[in-house]
């Protein structure tokens, strides 16, 4: 694997970044620098991290990195569900948003187990 651009896992936390800004889009004008802003940073964070962590020469740093985006997708999601549940997003136009992020999820958590595996057997 020659790049981080080959990874699905990262293609598909590129599409839940995408996601989250056409949601934010959809989010009142007093929140762009609230619950908005913190929720872009959040998603955003998920690939960026996933990327910086395959650019790196390690099995170790990148399981670290892949760790952060984990908890960033965690952020993610939280911030998610409160602008849903404060009724600043309709439930149904971020479902397919947290679709996208539990995918991400399962993704990261089986990179992570297989890095984890391949370093204890080194």
Same mark, same amino acid.
């Given at each position: ?5 080959d990874?699905?896992v990262w293609?598909?936390?590129?599409d839940?970044?995408e996601?989250a800004?056409?949601?934010g889009?959809?989010m009142?004008?007093?929140e762009?620098?609230r619950l ?5 940073? !959040?998603?955003?964070?998920v690939p960026?991290n996933?990327?910086? @962590?395959r650019a790196? =020469?390690?099995?170790?740093e990148? $399981?670290?990195?892949l760790?952060?985006a984990?908890?960033?997708l965690?952020?993610t999601?939280t911030l998610l569900m409160?602008?849903v549940?404060?009724?600043?997003l309709e439930r149904?136009r !971020? ?6 992020a539990?995918?991400? @999820?399962r993704?990261? =958590?089986a990179?992570?187990?297989? $890095?984890?595996?391949?370093?204890s057997?080194a």
């Open positions: 694997m020659a790049s981080y651009r990874l699905l293609r598909k936390a590129m839940l970044a996601g800004y056409a949601l889009k959809l009142p004008k007093a762009q620098f908005t802003a913190q929720l872009l940073r !959040a998603a955003v964070s960026a996933i990327a910086e @962590g790196r =020469t390690g099995r170790r990148f $399981l670290h990195f760790s952060i984990s908890g960033s965690a952020e999601e409160l602008a549940r404060s009724g600043l149904e !971020a479902l397919p948003v947290f679709r996208t539990e995918e991400v @999820g993704m990261l =958590t990179l992570k187990q297989n $890095l984890s595996r391949k370093a057997a």
